[in-house]
């Protein structure tokens, strides 16, 4: 197997985690033993508005429970919030937001949502804002058609842009950069070279990618390689962590221990085997055959 140096997982501290998080924790502690790499801990807590010390306790007992280890990243809350946090990070996202800037790749937009929906755009600007007289946000002036991207299954491909993502942000209007910028910029500095997450990031992916490329400190990002996993979902619908009784917290006291937490996610990922913890798991699992991968 091609040996990768470092994924990582990546939680937002901004609800209770559920069982989709968990099964996305376990699937890359697996394809990370199976290639070698390493795993940092990275708590997504730049949205400090949505943050709360039970979601980021929340975290570490998920990760206990299911008995999944990290190399490096945060042990406890309070080494997060002094050590680990984004916030801390805030002069390295600058950099890049103003190489960005000065390459002449940003505008300044002031549009709120509301005036973006009432021109019927998803994003960009309606070419009506007042920069001058109100916060404004930078987002990315052109996005390309098509773009080159290392996917697990399939190596290199050239796929479409997806033009919902067109013109994103990369500033936000309170000055803080967007989450595109700042998971880039983090995988960069702490040398992520395997990102494994949820199909919902795909356009994110993409995003991230031709970010990347447009930043010198940034390229070595674009040669990342990304495993796209589906979603558990519930009638449809993706689980939100605002919906309380698929939490893992809500799962644990009314009795689902480890090993049936373990069996769901075997089940999840179309195992033919019964497996009960994360070994067994990941000797079991072939990342290439897990149905509906990319
Ligand atoms: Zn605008």
Redesign the pocket.
């Known amino acids: 197997m091609q040996p990768f140096h470092k994924t990582r997982l990546a939680p937002t501290p901004s609800g209770f985690l559920h069982l989709g998080n968990a099964f996305s924790f376990i699937l890359t502690a697996a394809i990370a033993s199976k290639h070698g790499a390493s795993i940092l801990l990275r708590i997504d807590d730049l949205d400090r508005s949505r943050v709360k010390r039970e979601y980021l306790a929340d975290i570490f007992d998920t990760l206990t429970f299911l008995d999944i280890d990290w190399d490096e990243g945060p042990r406890t809350v309070n080494e997060t919030l002094k050590s680990y946090s984004q916030h801390r990070r805030l002069a390295l996202y600058k950099e890049s937001i103003s190489e960005l800037n000065a390459k002449g790749f940003l505008f300044?937009?002031?549009?709120s949502r509301k005036?973006l929906a009432s021109a019927g755009l998803l994003g960009?600007?309606?070419?009506?804002?007042q920069?001058k007289e109100e916060p404004?946000a930078l987002?990315l002036k052109e996005c390309p058609e098509r773009l080159a991207i290392h996917l697990y299954a399939s190596g290199i491909s050239y796929l479409p842009y997806p033009k919902s993502t067109s013109q994103f942000i990369v500033q936000k209007k309170d000055g803080l950069p967007s989450y595109h910028l700042a998971s880039v910029v983090d995988d960069i500095h702490f040398g992520v070279d395997l990102v494994v997450r949820g199909k919902d990031l795909w356009d994110s992916s993409l995003a991230q990618v031709y970010l990347a490329s447009l930043t010198h400190g940034l390229q070595p990002y674009t040669a990342t390689t990304f495993f796209h996993h589906s979603l558990v979902t519930e009638n449809g619908a993706k689980l939100s962590k605002s919906a309380g009784h698929t939490s893992i917290q809500h799962l644990r006291k009314k009795g689902l221990s480890k090993e049936a937490m373990y069996q769901q996610a075997g089940a999840f990922f179309g195992l033919q085997e019964k497996v009960s913890n994360l070994q067994e798991f990941t000797q079991v699992v072939h990342p290439m055959r897990i149905i509906g991968t990319e």
Do not use: I, N, V
């Open positions: 300044p937009c002031a549009c005036d960009g600007c309606t070419g009506r804002c920069t404004f987002k």
